[in-house]
């Protein structure tokens, strides 16, 4: 589902990805509000492009009260936008950009399909540590509980932005491995995507704004 208040960028999108043989566009929607309806009736969406500036309702509301529900991403004129990081708060797996090319486009819809994240962990590091509010809530740190220590290092190292290869390296395991670590990791805290993993890092204190 395309959902913008902007005739012309919805349809192009729409118009766009329509003609790919593996999507298929299955509704449009003018706003949040609209979109949240819309979504309701329809049993297989699989992805939510999301504008974040509309009337009625934003998409970072939007965004919430999907959450469990089909994978969102952000559509955005500027990437380091505070609007952009409240909505992956709000649970979206990640942002595009609306200057980005047709094929970043569709690109972008089968990696968030396929249920990966379509942020780089650094990308995530700049929006938080220019927005983040790094106070530490204990009720988000009892969330990591459930992780055994290698687990928590993984983490720490997501949110630091390293790539399962230079995780491997550091500390010093196969890529299989740290792959299943962060498997784990993002099935025992919930969580549905390393966008994700990121921001509990920080909301849980294991990581501070700034920190490299």
Not at 68 to 97: N, Q
Request: glycine share 6%; aromatic share 2%.
């Amino acid at each position: 589902m395309v959902v913008d208040d902007q005739d012309l960028v919805r349809d192009g999108i729409a118009m766009i990805l329509d003609g790919q043989a593996d999507i298929e566009v299955v509704a449009q929607a003018v706003d949040g509000a609209d979109a949240i309806q819309k979504a309701a009736a329809i049993l297989d969406l699989a992805v939510v492009l999301m504008d974040v500036r509309m009337p009625v309702m934003d998409g970072i509301e939007a965004t919430r009260r999907l959450a469990g529900g089909p994978k969102v991403l952000i559509l955005t004129t500027f990437d380091l936008d505070e609007y952009v990081y409240d909505a992956l708060r709000a649970g979206a797996s990640g942002f595009l950009l609306k200057r980005s090319s047709r094929d970043e486009l569709i690109n972008a819809v089968r990696v968030i399909a396929a249920g990966d994240a379509l942020l780089a962990p650094p990308v995530t590091r700049r929006l938080i540590d220019r927005f983040a509010d790094t106070g530490l809530d204990p009720a988000v740190a009892a969330r990591l509980d459930v992780l055994t220590a290698r687990e928590r290092e993984v983490l720490v190292l997501v949110a630091r932005g390293n790539s399962n290869a230079e995780i491997a390296a550091e500390l010093h395991l196969t890529e299989h491995t740290v792959k299943t670590h962060v498997s784990r990791m993002l099935t025992k805290t919930g969580l549905r995507d390393r966008v994700q993993a990121v921001i509990l890092a920080y909301d849980a204190g294991v990581v501070s704004a700034g920190q490299h």
